[in-house]
């Protein structure tokens, strides 16, 4: 039950992918061809590999993640505060080296847990693929092979939503909305990260839309405990 949660143990965390090249063309021969069959199960129409590669970013065999943002809360004397982080570069095994390195020092207890948004689906084994791809040894906390579901130290907002109801999924922005939690108007759009990665070539704009989403889904799981937001000045972003 959620108010048994001691928040300060949860790592809050969102990611942004994108194609692993700017464009269908720039791929090696033989992830053409792979692309091309991966591509054959997912087109409508007339629809062709090319033209689907912008999708690419969303599957870990062809995307690549360019920032892990994350958010955890600390007690203080004047109360809990919010601190934000992020890891980013165009060298994804730098960064996920020192995610890594983050979770096996500070969130490597059997009390602590990681949350995202869909991040059953999606964020958690996302990042487990890419680092196995990149030969970053797993934390615990996503090294789930062998574990029974009760072990598995994951929380994710869009399934606690659900109630057990597996038929549609359910955007934070729209969960943000109907529990009036404040949200910026100039965001990005997740659909818009591959063109700001790849044609802005403004990895500073991709991590601040991808922390504005950490402190969404931080705010959400306190409406889920029934408890009040964080205010925007207790909330650091180092």
């Known amino acids: 039950m959620l108010e048994n949660v001691d928040i300060t143990n949860i790592l809050f965390l969102d990611i942004e992918t994108v194609p692993q090249e700017k464009t269908f063309d720039s791929l090696s021969d033989s992830a053409k061809a792979l692309w091309t069959k991966k591509a054959n199960r997912l087109k409508t129409d007339e629809e ?15 995307g690549k993640i360019v920032c892990i943002s994350v958010g955890f809360m600390r007690n203080t004397t004047n109360g809990k505060r919010l601190r934000i982080t992020s890891f980013s570069g165009d060298s994804e095994t730098d960064f996920l080296q020192n995610f890594a390195d983050l ?7 059997p009390q602590h847990l990681l949350c995202a948004h869909n991040g059953k689906e999606f964020d958690f084994p996302y990042i487990a693929r890419r680092m196995l791809v990149n030969g970053v040894k797993l934390p615990n906390l996503l090294d789930i092979a062998g574990k029974k ?7 994710d907002t869009m399934e606690l939503w659900k109630f057990g109801d597996w038929k549609s999924y359910t955007s934070l922005e729209l969960l943000a909305h109907i529990f009036n939690i404040p949200t910026p108007k100039d965001d990005i759009d997740g659909s818009e990260v591959r063109g ?32 009040n937001l964080i205010e925007e000045e207790n909330i650091d972003f180092v």
């Open 48 to 62: 062709t590999p090319d033209e689907l590669y912008d999708r690419a970013g969303i599957y870990a065999e062809f």
């Open 149 to 155: 579901p009760w072990e598995v130290r994951h929380l």
């Open 103 to 109: 979770l096996n020092s500070h969130f490597n207890e």
């Open 196 to 227: 700001v990665y790849y044609e802005e070539n403004n990895l500073d704009r991709i991590v601040e839309y991808c922390q504005k989403d950490v402190v969404t889904t931080v705010q959400l799981f306190l409406r889920f405990k029934g408890e």
